[in-house]
């Protein structure tokens, strides 16, 4: 795997903070969205809609 050329890369986003705001707005939407995924997951588990099943570690 390569990643790219750190100068290259830097140059091309540039000075302004825009990408930065971007990028944190995404991941605090992002783990939003997960821990309503989660809730609604757990309610249909409680109500009995899904069923999950518990593996235990030896």
């Known amino acids: 795997m390569r990643s790219g050329d750190a100068a290259l890369i830097a140059g091309y986003m540039g ?10 707005e995404f991941a605090v939407e992002y783990s939003d969205q997960n821990q ?19 593996e235990e570690n030896p």
């Open 15 to 24: 000075s302004s903070s825009l990408f930065d705001n971007a990028i944190c």
């Open 36 to 54: 309503r995924d989660y809730r609604t997951f757990v309610k249909a588990v409680r109500e009995g809609r899904l069923e999950a099943q518990v």
